[in-house]
Nanobody, 127 residues
């Protein structure tokens, strides 16, 4: 069974930075693309960033491009989301997920292609 555990969320001020981590248990982490999504209560969950199996390709939502960076350490079975210049509109619960789609090694923004999800970590950005 694959388990994903996010950490690193918290309360910060606008302009601050945070780094989220997602530790993944289970075999063959390095074969799969990974993604970060976020959800505000009462709203749809939305794509944030994705990375392919070896970190050579990444894809970002327009709203976070140039501020957020996704990365991975396959030796540690961990994927990261570095968030800089945080804005109040970045406030959400952030989830990491594993790409289980047909092109499971790639970076995908399509939620239904992700088969395993973490429990989420809350990020609150005050103005």
């Amino acid at each position: 069974q694959v388990q994903l555990v996010e950490s690193g969320g918290g309360l910060v001020q606008a302009g601050d930075s945070l780094r989220l981590s997602c530790a993944v248990s289970g075999r063959i982490f390095s074969s799969y693309g990974m993604g970060w999504f976020r959800q505000v209560p009462g709203q749809e969950r939305e794509f944030v960033a994705a990375i392919n199996w070896n970190g050579g390709s990444a894809y970002y939502a327009d709203s976070v491009k140039s501020r957020f960076t996704i990365s991975r350490d396959n030796a540690k079975n961990t994927v990261y989301l570095q968030m800089n210049s945080l804005k109040p509109e970045d406030t959400a619960v952030y989830y990491c997920a594993r790409n289980g789609g047909t092109n499971y090694s790639g970076a995908s923004s399509v939620q239904y292609e992700y088969d395993f999800w973490g429990q989420g970590t809350r990020v609150t950005v005050s103005s």
